[in-house]
């Protein structure tokens, strides 16, 4: 099986910085996905990582090691709109299609 | 640009009734289609998914069923409902070729009582 694995919960203040951590262990590995989901929304896309290091889009970056088998996702400069759950997702290799392996999930609360 | 769509929205129905979920997406051919459940608290299980018309891959034996009549329509089925077939339903594509992100349409929260 794949093990994905992220904190559950996480609460910081507004205007401060968290970073989410994700490890995996997995058949394969072909690159790593970091999605935001608001409550009883859909997934959208946040960030793509395949080779070594850090990923930078505004206030959100991603940071990949694969000999660690570890990422993270830092938000900077937090906002209330930023209270979401963020997950943790691998790509898995295939011959025709590749597959994602998701994590649980961490929820974020940011906090007034 | 492209959209993906997903109905209904919500869903309840009772246990052992047959079910119907349809996504269809806009705006780009042959895309690869997946469908996740989402249950409370849990992460996103992959159920199945298609390279194309026709080719449905199963990724957990289930009383679920997918079938892709057309290129742009992904229908997710079963027969006899479930309590534990409760949860968040997620259709998601990408294109065959080109960039990796798979995207998600808004889901179904399905109910069985």
């Known amino acids: 099986g794949q093990n994905i694995d992220q904190p559950t919960e996480m609460t910081a203040t507004e205007g401060a910085i968290v970073q989410i951590n994700c490890t995996y262990q997995?058949?394969?590995?072909?690159?790593l996905f970091w999605y935001q989901q608001h409550a009883g929304e859909a997934p959208t896309f946040l960030s793509y990582?395949?080779?070594?290091g850090l990923e930078e889009k505004g206030r959100f970056s991603s940071f990949l090691s694969r000999s660690k088998g570890y990422s993270y996702l830092l938000l900077k400069e937090l906002q209330m709109k930023d209270s979401a759950s963020y997950l943790c997702a691998v790509r898995l290799p295939g011959l025709n299609d590749y597959k994602l392996s998701f994590g649980a999930g961490t929820t974020v609360t940011v906090r007034a | 640009s492209q959209t993906i769509h997903q109905w209904p929205a919500t869903l309840v129905q009772p246990v052992g009734s047959p079910l119907s979920l349809e996504c269809t997406v806009e705006g780009t051919s042959n895309p690869n289609l997946y469908w996740y459940r989402q249950a409370a608290g849990r992460g996103l299980q992959l159920l199945f998914y298609?390279?194309?018309?026709?080719?449905i891959s199963s990724e957990v034996p289930q009383n679920l069923s997918a079938s892709r009549p057309q290129d742009r329509q992904f229908i997710l089925s079963s027969k006899k409902l479930l309590l534990s077939d409760s949860g968040f339903y997620l259709c998601?594509?990408?294109?065959?070729?080109?960039?990796?992100?798979?995207?998600f349409g808004p889901g179904t929260r399905l109910t069985v009582l």
């Open positions: 298609s390279v194309g018309i026709g080719q």
């Open positions: 998601a594509w990408r294109t065959a070729r080109g960039t990796d992100t798979q995207y």
């Open positions: 990582n395949v080779l070594d």
């Open positions: 997995t058949s394969g590995f072909n690159g």
